[in-house]
C-alpha cells in the first residue's frame, strides 16, 4: 500500500513569505503528526491532528498551523517565515492516537527560507 | 515532561564489528519505546518498537533492543554491521502516558562504517 505522501518535496521561500505543505497518510491512518528537524534541533513536534481536531501542540509560535481534513489529509502552515524555520518537515501517519499504534513518516518537505 | 538520551553522538565501526548504541528515557510508566533510522537522503524508517511483553525486541535487518525497565534504558544493537548500516539512528518515545501522537525524539546518533 501507499505510504506517507508529502508534498512538495522542495521549496524555497523568501522571508515574509508563507508556505502551506501537504501530506497524505496512509489509507485508513486517522492520525497525522508533524515535526521539524533541523540539524541544531533534532526532530521536534510540531502538532498532531486525528479526525479533524487537534490533539496536541508543541511549542512552536503561532505562525505555525495545521488542519486536518474529513479524508485525514492534513496541511500545515507557516507564515511570515524567517531564516530559522528553514527545515525539513515531516509528517507521520498512525491507525489511531496513541504510542501503541507505531508511527509511519513520509520522506519530507525541505523548506528552505532565503 | 518525557524526555530521551542518546548516549553516543556519533559511532565509527568497521564491518563486522558489534554494534550497540544507548538511549535512556525519563517516564518511570507504562511505555512505548521506537528506534528509527535515517539513511542518508531518505526518511525516517522504523526499525523496531516495544510495546509490552518480551523486554528483548527484534527488529528489522537484525537489529534488536532490550527494555530494561529499572534503568530507564532501551539499547539497540546489531552483533555485525555492515556498510550499508551507515545512517542516522533515533530513540523515541511518546510524551507522557495515555493517548498522545507526540513522539519525543532523542537527539540521534550518527553510524558510520567503514568497509
Known amino acids: 500500500k501507499a505510504g506517507v505522501t508529502q508534498t512538495p518535496r522542495y521549496l524555497i521561500k523568501t522571508r515574509g513569505q508563507q508556505v502551506t505543505l501537504s501530506c497524505s497518510p496512509i489509507?485508513?491512518?486517522?492520525?497525522v503528526s508533524w515535526y521539524q528537524q533541523t540539524p541544531g534541533q533534532g526532530l521536534q513536534f510540531l502538532f498532531e491532528?486525528?479526525?479533524?481536531?487537534?490533539?496536541n501542540k508543541g511549542n512552536f509560535p503561532g505562525r505555525f498551523s495545521g488542519r486536518q481534513f474529513s479524508n485525514s489529509r492534513s496541511e500545515m502552515n507557516v507564515s511570515t517565515l524567517e531564516l530559522g524555520d528553514s527545515a525539513l518537515y515531516l509528517c507521520?501517519?498512525?491507525?489511531?492516537?496513541?504510542?501503541?499504534?507505531?508511527?509511519?513518516f513520509g520522506s519530507g518537505t525541505r523548506l528552505t527560507v532565503v | 515532561a518525557q524526555s530521551v538520551s542518546q548516549h553516543n553522538h556519533h559511532v565509527i565501526l568497521s564491518e563486522a564489528a558489534s554494534l550497540e548504541l544507548g538511549c535512556n528515557y525519563s517516564?518511570?510508566?507504562?511505555?512505548?519505546l521506537f528506534w528509527y533510522v535515517q539513511y542518508p537522503g531518505q526518511h525516517l524508517q522504523l526499525l523496531l518498537k516495544?510495546?509490552?511483553?518480551?523486554?528483548l525486541v527484534k527488529g528489522i535487518k537484525g537489529f534488536e533492543a532490550e527494555f530494561i525497565k529499572s534503568k530507564f534504558s532501551f539499547n539497540l544493537r546489531k552483533p555485525s554491521v555492515q556498510w550499508s548500516d551507515t545512517a542516522e539512528y533515533f530513540c523515541?518515545?511518546?510524551?507522557?502516558?495515555?493517548?498522545?501522537?507526540?513522539?519525543?525524539f532523542g537527539q540521534g546518533t550518527t553510524l558510520q562504517v567503514k568497509p
Open positions: 489509507s485508513g491512518h486517522r492520525s
Open positions: 517516564y518511570g510508566g507504562t511505555v512505548n
Open positions: 507521520a501517519s498512525s491507525l489511531g492516537t496513541g504510542g501503541a499504534y507505531g508511527y509511519t
Open positions: 491532528y486525528f479526525s479533524e481536531t487537534q490533539r
Open positions: 516495544y510495546f509490552s511483553g518480551d523486554p
Open positions: 523515541a518515545v511518546p510524551s507522557g502516558s495515555g493517548n498522545t501522537g507526540k513522539l519525543i
